[in-house]
């Protein structure tokens, strides 16, 4: 039954996101089965996810687009409810192979909603992300701010969240959350996961815990003429374990509600670039260079949430400071310097 304790799919579970909620998950004592097709992790995670939570969860490798295999593991198991990570994430990537984007993470979807919908089973949590608010109008962001998208990325965001909203009005029995994740960051505090880009990171915190650990050589910080107090781009800031928990509660919170319903993942909090090198610095004590470059394209100057709405109706709140996730984000490079692969 929605609400209690479940049988999950979580697709992608054994990514970032996706490898600290199955965690959550457990601890609240549901029963998880993963299918990941390892594009982007590795099955050591697996290991880790049961080393620390005690338990260990089904691992099923392949696609979500693989409809037989989808079909089967869902007979074999019969999960209750979903969790839809599985997803590539790389903005540049998608400008340069949209087609891939749109393939994996829109046309996946989109299979994977139809071999649960002829399982019977109509209860999906989705992986948003506040790059459905585009350019932002006004701050903080609320959820009823416009959604559109300014790369593929992004599009592949909008038309997924567009598709269940579509699929809820047709039929009263899907229940969906989209939850807008702002920037994750931050690792499980036991420095056993973590975030493991494959090349050179994209996002701000992996890159700085690559300079610390001497990967990298120094930070660019793209800008520093932005209009925020520093100058530097600013972001919402939330603890991976936190967005985990906020998966928990959303499962929870589905359980009295049918429909589509979005709700922001976030502290709340602004946090500057260079606010985030300099937190990093202290509570780590370890030297973070940094060189100020050109803006990067497609950057906004400050995004953070209104968290009100997911306070309300989840009974969720970040709990994490800026200082924990640079606190934990360093924990696990240090103790993994090449992450899974060491
Ligand atoms: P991740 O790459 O670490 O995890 C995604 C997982 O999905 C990986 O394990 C990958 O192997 C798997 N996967 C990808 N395509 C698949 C497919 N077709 N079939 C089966 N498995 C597949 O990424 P993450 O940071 O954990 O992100 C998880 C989700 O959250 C993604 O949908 C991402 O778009 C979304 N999101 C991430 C961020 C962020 O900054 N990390 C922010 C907002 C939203
Ligand atoms: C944060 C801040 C940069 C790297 C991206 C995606 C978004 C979402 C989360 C999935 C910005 C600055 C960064 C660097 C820097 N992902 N920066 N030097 O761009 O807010 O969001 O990840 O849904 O869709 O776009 O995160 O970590 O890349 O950047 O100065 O090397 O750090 O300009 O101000 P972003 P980020």
């Known amino acids: 039954m929605v609400g209690d304790h479940m049988r999950l799919l979580v697709t992608g579970g054994a990514g970032y996101i996706g490898s600290h909620t199955v965690i959550e998950l457990i601890g609240a004592g549901h ?6 097709n390892l594009s982007n992790s ?3 995670v697996i290991d880790r996810i049961s080393e620390i939570s005690g338990t260990r969860p089904t691992l099923v490798v392949g696609d979500i687009g693989d409809a037989e295999l989808v079909d089967s593991l869902l007979s074999e198991h019969s999960p209750e409810a979903v969790v839809h990570f599985a997803g590539l994430k790389a903005v540049g990537e998608s400008v340069a192979q ?9 046309a996946g979807t989109i ?3 139809e071999r649960l919908d002829a399982h019977d089973i109509r209860t999906l949590v989705f992986s948003s992300s506040a790059t459905v608010y585009g350019e932002p109008e006004s701050l903080p962001i609320t959820e009823d701010a416009p959604v559109w998208s300014v790369n593929p990325y992004g599009e592949t965001k909008v038309q997924i969240e567009h598709i269940l909203s579509d699929l809820a009005v047709s039929d009263d029995r899907w229940r969906f959350a989209a939850l807008r994740y702002f920037n994750p960051v931050g690792a499980h505090p036991s420095g056993r996961i973590g975030e493991d880009p494959p090349d050179i990171p994209n996002n701000l915190m992996p890159y700085i815990t690559q300079v610390a650990v001497g990967a990298l050589d120094r930070v660019m910080v793209f800008g520093d003429d932005y209009d925020t107090p520093d100058g530097t781009g600013v972001r919402d800031y939330i603890h991976v374990v936190d967005l985990a928990r906020g998966h928990v509660a ?14 922001n993942l ?5 946090t500057s670039v260079l606010e985030l090198i300099n937190t990093f610095r202290s509570v780590n004590e370890v030297d973070i260079p940094y060189e100020i470059t050109p803006r990067r394209p497609g950057d906004t100057a400050a995004s953070y949430t209104d968290p009100a709405k997911a306070e309300r109706d ?3 709140k970040a709990q994490h ?3 924990d996730m640079c606190r934990h984000s360093w924990r696990w490079q240090s103790r993994n310097p090449t992450g899974y692969r060491g």
């Open 250 to 263: 959303a499962i929870d919170a589905l359980g009295d509600r049918s429909g589509f319903h979005a709700w």
């Open 98 to 106: 949209p087609l891939r984007y749109y393939r994996n993470n829109v």
């Open 314 to 316: 989840l009974g969720w």
């Open 321 to 323: 400071d800026v200082a």
């Open 266 to 270: 976030g502290t709340g909090v602004g």
């Open 42 to 44: 590795h099955t050591v």
């Open 111 to 113: 299979s994977l909603l």
């Open 31 to 36: 029963d998880v089965v993963i299918l990941d």
